[in-house]
């Protein structure tokens, strides 16, 4: 309806009676109403309301037009809901429903059995005889239809009811287009909700498995889908429900083209569940030649409007992010591992075999001077259990960065001296006793890591050493020693990191010491109680 028809239909009703603007009110008011709230559902059955208190109409429905000029919605007033039990599905635009859908103008009946397209009524169907139809078209398209018959008051429908419900169709047109717009902002921001908060996981620590199985419930939600899985070619990487096998998925939708694709499957598959035969398949990018994608089950067909195929676009790009990402993580953590064993590899034969290559040449030189056999022997031995605890220091380390998910106090000290010795040029090594990981309690990490940090850093940067050792021992009490042989602490040095560390040790009730002489090296022992 133009504006001009809008006009002249105003004009009529300014004019039908005299003085009295009754009418012209009673419509305006009806207008005013229809235009009221947001929410689609609620506006059509206010149209429908409004539109038979106007036009003195028994009954009144509005059509929504559905794919194949069909009626996929029915909204209605004046019927009980006595009488619609008892009548069967409502209609699917036959008959003379139909032609407003196939000629959407203006239609007035006096009689519906006269019409050439009339088919009858269903069973039970109250009796209808007047009719009066006008198409509701929003946006240049044509949405639907408004349906009214039986005039109450008259023997027919008028031709200022012709007029009276074309004005009210445009403003249903204009009440569905607000109506709709509206939907899909709130469609457009439950989208991006939930692109922004499951995007930002991975970056927050949360793991893989929690961002894409929070995707499928996320998505399950705002689609109403009755199943959503993510799906990497047989795999089941993440779903709503119970776990079930998607072998035949990829085999199913897997030479399909790119972008979102909407299927009926007729035969029984696991994945399919509570009725669902309907299946939306959104790609997620992946390897060349794999299938990766999101999988969606309803009962029945779903059509998805723009803004939930770009909201769903939008997830899949997450959920491809997220799977990079973490494979990133993890060959990153793999690096890291193999930088640890090099580490490691480096440590054994600097420290290790150089320390068994030693033993080996001061066993040979007992061979030659018998009188000198005790002494030598006793370091030989002492020199023997060093590199011993050396090997199983190690050995732990190359167990630990093999994967172990918490830090353990051994894994804390070796971390804090790999990297104070980061640039350093020589590494020292490190040597554990007893149970450190068991019985030390995380209180005293932080204590630990101070002594290690005062210790190493003066050795490394004043001692002048060649040699520098790192002792943890747990027993009864818990032993840090730092030890180095350069030149030991001058008299004059800045002694107020130690002064730090002896407060440490009485804080825990322990007791800090230091050894040291010109030339000689210098041992800091920091002792504190584990029982």
Known sequence: MTFQEVRTAVDALAAKDGNDPTALRDVLEAVLLVGQGLELDLALQRIVDVAAGVLDARYCALGVRGPELSLQAFVYTGISPDVRATMGRLPVGHGVLGELLHHPEVLRIERLSDHPASIGFPPHHPPMNTFLGAPIIVRGELFGSIYLTEKQGAPAFTELDEKIVAVLAVAAGIAVDNARSFESAQTRLHWMQLLADRGSEPVRGISLDDTLTGVCADVAALSHATDVYVVTGAELVAHTG???????????????????????????????????????????????????????????????????????????????????????????????????????????????????????????????????????????????DSTIAQIRTSIFDLHSSSGQSTRTLRRRVLDVVAELAAHAPITPSVAFSGPVDTIVPDTLSPHIEAVLREGLSNALRHSDAEWIGVRIVASDNLVVEVSDDGVGIPQDARRSGLRNLERR???????????????????????????
């Open 242 to 384: 119970d776990p079930v096998d998607v072998a035949d998925v990829a085999d199913t939708f897997g030479a399909r083209d790119a972008g979102l694709a909407v299927s009926a499957v007729d035969d029984e598959r696991a994945w399919l569940r509570d009725g669902a035969r309907w299946v939306t398949v959104q790609p997620i990018q992946g390897p060349p030649g794999q299938f990766r994608a999101i999988v969606l089950t309803h009962v029945d067909r779903r059509v998805w409007t723009a803004e939930e195929e770009a909201g769903l676009a939008g997830v899949a790009r997450v959920a491809s992010l997220s799977i990079a990402y973490a494979q990133q993580q993890e060959l990153a953590r793999e690096m890291e591992v193999l930088s640890d064993r090099h580490r490691i590899a480096r440590d054994l034969h600097d420290l290790v075999i150089q320390r068994l290559f030693a033993i080996g040449m001061s066993m040979q030189t007992m061979k030659a001077r018998p009188a000198e056999l005790d002494g030598r022997m006793d370091q030989a031995i002492t020199d023997l």
């Open 505 to 531: 040790a009485t804080e825990c009730g322990g007791v800090f010491s230091e050894r040291s002489a010109p030339g000689e090296g210098t041992t800091l022992t920091w002792t504190v109680p584990l029982a």
